[in-house]
C-alpha cells in the first residue's frame, strides 16, 4: 500500500514539482496592481468551473423519481 | 412516506421534570423523520447540493487524520513514511474542504439561502468559515518547520498592528497548537453541528419561484438526502 502510494507520488511529483519556490503572477500598471501566486489562480478557476459545472450537469436519479 | 414517531407518552406526574421538558422540545423541533429523512424534495436532485455533504465528508478526513497527527507528534509526521502521508492527507483534505465548501457557499449566497426564516442558518455557515480560516492559519504555524516560523513572525507583525497581539501571539507554539488541535475544532464543530440541525429542522432552501410557481416541498420526492 505504501509502496503504490510513494510510486503515485513520484508519478505526480515528476508532473508538478512542488518543492520549489512558488510561481506568482504580477499584472499591474499605473492604477492596478494584481499579484497571485498561480497555485492559488488555478484553485479558484477550479472551484469557479466546478460551480458552474453543478449548475448546469444533469443529476443522475433513481428509478422511482416521479413516483 | 411520512413515518410517525413513536414515542413512550409522558408520565403527567414527571411532565414537569426538565428531562421531560427537553425531550418533548426537541421532538417538536427535530423529530426522527425531520432529522433523519428517507426523502427530499425534487428540487434537491441538482449536483449544487451535494457540495455541504462533500464538506462534512472534507472535514471527517481533516479531523481524523489530525488525530492521527496529534497523537503520533512532530518527529513521526516529519520523518516517518507514513507520518509524511498523512500529514499530506490533512492537508489536502483541508484544501478539500475549503474548496467545497466556497462552492457550497456560492451556492447558497445565490439562493439567498436565508430566506424562509433561515438566517440562523445562513449565519451559522458564517461563523463556521470564519473560525475555520483561524484554524487554518494556526495550522500553518503548528507544523514545527521553518514554514511556520516564517508564517508564524509574519502574523505576529499583523496580530500587534491590530491589536490582537495583546491576546495572542503567534510565536507562542503551544498556544497556536492548543487553539489549532483543541479550542478552534471544539469550536467549529459545535457549529458545524449546529449548522446542520438548523437544516434538518428547516429543510434545504427552496429555489426561487418561476413566474409565480410555488416549488412543491412535500408531492414531488426523491430518495435520499
Known sequence: MVALLSMWTQILGAVVNLNTEGHYLHWNNSWFSFYISYANLIVIILMIVVFILALVLPFPHSKDRDR | ?225
Open chain 2, 1 to 225: 412516506m411520512t413515518a410517525e414517531a413513536t414515542t413512550p407518552p409522558i408520565d403527567p406526574a414527571d411532565a414537569d421534570q426538565w428531562s421531560a421538558k427537553v425531550r418533548n422540545a426537541w421532538l417538536e423541533n427535530l423529530p426522527p423523520e425531520k432529522l433523519l429523512p428517507d426523502r427530499q424534495p425534487a428540487y434537491v436532485a441538482s449536483w449544487i447540493y451535494v457540495f455541504g455533504v462533500a464538506t462534512l465528508s472534507a472535514l471527517g478526513v481533516v479531523i481524523l487524520t489530525g488525530l492521527t497527527l496529534s497523537l503520533a507528534g512532530p518527529a513521526w509526521w516529519h520523518e516517518s513514511s507514513i507520518g509524511h502521508f498523512v500529514n499530506s492527507v490533512h492537508l489536502w483534505s483541508v484544501e478539500l474542504f475549503f474548496f467545497t465548501m466556497v462552492v457550497h457557499l456560492w451556492g447558497k449566497f445565490f439562493m439567498a439561502a436565508w430566506r424562509g426564516k433561515r438566517a440562523l442558518t445562513w449565519m451559522t455557515g458564517c461563523v463556521c468559515f470564519f473560525a475555520s480560516i483561524v484554524a487554518g492559519f494556526t495550522g500553518y504555524v503548528s507544523q514545527s518547520n521553518f514554514d511556520a516560523q516564517w508564517i508564524s513572525t509574519q502574523a505576529k507583525d499583523g496580530f500587534n498592528s491590530s491589536g490582537l497581539g495583546a491576546f495572542f501571539n503567534a510565536l507562542n507554539y503551544g498556544q497556536m497548537l492548543t487553539l489549532h488541535i483543541t479550542v478552534l475544532p471544539i469550536a467549529v464543530g459545535i457549529v458545524v453541528l449546529l449548522h446542520v440541525l438548523l437544516v434538518r429542522k428547516k429543510g434545504v432552501v427552496p429555489p426561487f419561484a418561476v413566474a409565480g410557481e410555488t416549488p412543491d416541498e412535500t408531492t414531488t420526492e426523491v430518495a435520499g438526502a
